[in-house]
């Protein structure tokens, strides 16, 4: 029997897990899977069929398993779920953390994950999961976590350090300890360090800190990613209209929420409708790309009506058709710039940002001074280096300069608006912005044109 090897990601290793299973040879399995990191586990898995996923989750420890099944990638994770008994479901779900555990049964039907909370041995952490799915899920209640450590103000350090032995058991990380009053209420923190100097009799409300930023259930993820980047927390509470300690976030969840946003960002900005990922079916990665496309289809279609409508003056001027590309490409860009740097504003919201019409001005005084640059630069290369008539190099840079400021109000009012009525403005940063230039770019130079050339 040849040498176990130990655990490496690459496509080798992966050829070597299938034929494992494949012979169902589980001690190498779970040998060479000993000690490799649960992301990478992960990884693997999502390479895998469902049987032969499944036949490594059920190897190894219920622990581990847990680990991978919150690293799977949510389509592989759907996929996995569902060929499990809830009895064997819920044997993974003991072993997480109540807020990893609501993201895995939110992706179920309510029958189904009803099926699978009924199974859990441990009463207080079916109540945890009950009590989180109440919350909407980009909210801090649906971030946050159940299990945390706390201690009351009147403990003294020995009572203390005993129910942080015993609550830690349930915790997987300790950034830090809550204080609370009888009631509940959220009072401060106090660090190990102090806990640890202090001298036996010592009471926590003499040592504890009250200077503590808490957010409230109600409060959007984003805002708790602003105020845990701002402040640099680790791990932040949350507290119920009452001031009472429900939870904690820490600092793994919202890089989560982060990295979900910034791809919903990503993809609505290049003008795909739906949360995508390359691993999808053909079928539903087209669904998502196609309707921005059928639009900039359609904007193209307009684009030639308007074309077609100045024939006769493109007749006479033949040379106005080289120019349209031109036209077209930079009312696009400063359109995506100008958008871009609003939806880049709106997403790190400070109470020092201008107010909507203070952008607004500034964008205008922007595209003012872009266009009389390119205004300028288009006519003289058009008059003296392609030698046309200064009339026809007026045209064309009259166009270019209008131009500019219409893509550069149309990029920085479109966001704001769309804001203003609660839709994700990244949505305007792409094809929209793009298509609607297009068309008004065309009219506007074909308008300057018949202004100044009589077509």
Known sequence: MEPIKSFELSKEYLESLRDGIESQDNDFIIESLDGANVADIAALLDELNMDE?????????????????????????IKVIREMQPSELAGFIEK????????????????EREDVISYLQEKEKSANILDLLRYDEDSAGGLMAKEFIKANQNWNVVQTIEEIRRQAEKVEKIYSIYVVDNKQHLLGRVSLKKIILASSDTKISNIYESDLISVPTHMDGEEVAEIMRKYDLESVPVVNAKNKLVGRITVDDILDLIREQ????MQAMTGISADVEESDSVFKISKARLPWLLIGVVGGLLGAQIIGFFEDGLSKYIALASFIPLVAATGGNVGIQSSSLVVQTLASKSVFNDTPWKRFVKGVLIAVVNGIVLGLFVFSV???????????GLTIGLAMFCVVLLASFMGTVTPLVLDKFGINPAIASGPFITTANDLLGLAVYFGVAMSLLKL
Do not use: Q
């Open 382 to 392: 058009v008059v003296f280096i392609y030698g046309f008539e200064s009339i026809f």
């Open 53 to 77: 996923a499944i036949y490594v989750l059920r190897l190894l420890e219920a622990s581990t398993a847990a680990d991978i099944l919150i690293e799977l990638d949510e389509d592989s994770l």
């Open 96 to 111: 997480m953390d109540s807020d990893d555990a609501v993201d895995i049964l939110i992706l179920m039907p309510t029958k």
């Open 262 to 265: 910034s791809e919903e960002d």
